[in-house]
């Protein structure tokens, strides 16, 4: 403070005491009596830019103003504010409590839903290749490679590869989730008890029991009727001659033993039904019926699963175009059949994979097992 304001505030001729006991004066304050910083030298300035006193109330009425009036100079905020970003990126997070019922939320979308799954196959495939890479480096006998391919041990061990359809989504869908827990990541694919009471449960596990043998008869009736359309369009020899070695199982029944299809089926139930499922109707069809539709979400996750089951018949059957569409055909429609029994369950049991793994899991080991008997047998 000079001298000179100093001087003017001596100079005082009247002095006000306020309520709170602080002296004004009722003449050009230099500086506000309540904060005492310095008041700009402003036309009919009313309020204090510092801590918002109505110096003209305080003028008038020698009081300091009781009812609370907001200074146009500072945003007042009783607590202090978090900073909120003005533009919010990425999508909505899902709480713990929504996990269960995503149907309102904005999930991954077609692009997401149908390229994730095929990287996660494809990587599956990257490294087992590798596998037989190595070994045939290592041993040069193309023999060798071929015993390994239709040992059942090879397929058993080669399934734990399968392992990567659950890795990749869990990954994925992290960023959906307020609290990405390794639980909260399998309960946003489906694959979860929460919500289900022990009866529940104990249902689910029913349901999935009885559509595992009932997908073996509607595979069973469809291959039969595709053969017989196939026998019509194209002639008895053919088909005859391809029924016998057109599928995956067919490759490796024949070395199996009872320990192998044992293992087998413990691998199918707890391994490949699982992790298929997981990949291809917790993330895939679930992002595809929030992005086509639910109709649209079935079929099309149906067709894809078909495809990535029967592609190695390209590379296998090569010995003319109306062989590989036989038995590309032959292959194809079963898998399609069973694929679309397998979405609609998922659709109908709201979304919960419980029933829809143990109806893949046992239809693939009541497959395996059915085979093991047919050829040892007949």
């Known amino acids: ?24 004066n009722d003449t050009i304050w230099s500086f506000c009596p309540v904060c005492g910083k310095k008041i700009p030298k402003i036309h009919k300035l009313k309020f204090c830019m510092s801590c918002g006193t109505n110096l003209d109330y305080l003028k008038e009425h020698r009081i300091l103003q009781q009812e609370k009036v907001i200074n146009p100079y500072i945003k007042p905020s009783k607590y202090p504010q978090p900073y909120t970003p003005p533009i919010s990126y990425g999508p909505k997070k899902i709480s713990d409590e929504e996990i269960i019922d995503t149907k309102n939320h904005e999930l991954w979308g077609t692009t997401a839903s149908i390229g994730v799954p095929l990287g996660a196959f494809l990587l599956m495939n990257f490294l087992t290749a590798g596998i037989l890479v190595i ?8 023999e060798l490679l071929y015993e390994i391919l239709l040992n059942p041990y090879f397929l058993i061990i080669s399934s734990f590869f399968e392992l990567i359809f659950i890795i ?3 990954v994925y869908v992290a960023k959906y989730l307020q609290n990405p827990t390794l639980e909260n990541r399998l309960g946003l694919l489906g694959f979860t008890t929460r919500g289900i009471e022990k009866k529940g449960v104990l249902k689910e596990i029913l349901i999935g029991l009885s559509f595992a043998v009932i997908g073996v008869l509607i595979v069973g009736i469809v291959s039969f009727l595709t053969e017989i359309a196939l026998e019509t369009l194209f002639g ?6 391809l029924g016998s070695g057109t599928g995956d199982v067919e490759s490796i029944i024949y070395s199996a033993d009872f320990l192998s299809l044992i293992l087998l089926s413990i691998v199918m139930i707890l391994i490949i039904g699982t992790s298929e499922e997981i990949l291809f109707r917790g993330f895939m069809q679930k992002g595809l019926m929030r992005s086509l539709g639910d109709k649209w979400g079935i079929i099309v996750t149906a067709f894809i699963f078909a495809m990535i089951h029967v592609i190695g018949i390209i590379l296998i059957v090569l010995d003319s ?9 032959l292959s194809f429609i079963p898998y399609f059949a069973i694929s679309l029994l397998i979405g609609f369950i998922y659709y109908w049991r709201n979304e919960n994979l419980l029933a829809v793994v143990i109806t893949h899991g046992v239809y693939d080991a009541l497959t395996i097992i059915l085979a093991f008997f047919f050829y040892n047998i007949f």
């Not at 008895?236 to 001659?241: A, N, R, T």
């Not at 175009?321 to 055909?329: H, Q, T």
């Open 1 to 24: 403070m000079d001298d000179k304001e100093v001087q003017d505030l001596n100079n005082e001729q009247e002095t006000i005491t306020s309520k709170d006991g602080i002296e004004l």
């Open 321 to 329: 175009p109306l062989i590989l569409l036989i038995s590309f055909l």
């Open 168 to 170: 990749v989504p869990v």
């Open 236 to 241: 008895v020899e053919i088909v005859s001659d």
């Open 135 to 142: 070994i045939i480096y290592a041993s040069f006998d193309l």
